[in-house]
């Protein structure tokens, strides 16, 4: 089981920063490929950034150079540290867990290969919400 709770939501000015934390809580050891995603008022869920089992990101072009996601070195909370913030970046916040997939093949590695760029993360937070005003 795991739970996935957002901290650090609120409200900021145009050109501002905010960092979200994201507390991730498991029952077993399990290696997660972890994200951010984002939905405005009216509009789809969309992705933001996420980070695979070797630490790689991968950010939305609405976000890079702005945005950056990090994990603590035990792997136990997820952030997005998120600058030079604009109004079109008010929405709800999730983060989002899913089982990396253990590739004995070539070399050996956790990969999240399968759910990077895609929305079929299965484990979300409740969100957290981000205004920004200008």
């Known amino acids: 089981r795991v739970e996935l709770v957002e901290s650090g939501g609120g409200s900021a000015q145009a050109g501002g920063s905010r960092r979200l934390s994201c507390a991730i809580s498991?029952?077993?050891?399990?290696?997660?490929?972890l994200a951010w995603f984002r939905q405005a008022a009216g509009k789809e869920r969309e992705p933001v950034a996420s980070?695979?089992?070797?630490?790689?990101?991968v950010y939305a072009e609405s976000v890079k150079d702005r945005f950056t996601i990090s994990t603590d070195k035990g792997r136990n909370t997820l952030y997005l540290q998120m600058d030079s913030l604009t109004p079109a970046d008010t929405a709800i916040y999730y983060c989002?867990?899913?089982?990396?997939?253990?590739?004995?093949?070539?070399?050996?590695?956790?990969?999240?290969?399968?759910?990077?760029?895609?929305?079929?993360?299965?484990?979300w937070g409740q969100g957290t919400q981000v205004t920004v005003s200008s």
């Open positions: 980070i695979d089992a070797g630490d790689d990101a």
């Open positions: 989002a867990a899913h089982e990396a997939l253990y590739l004995p093949d070539p070399n050996p590695r956790m990969s999240c290969d399968m759910i990077t760029g895609t929305m079929n993360y299965y484990h």
């Open positions: 498991s029952s077993t050891y399990t290696t997660y490929c």
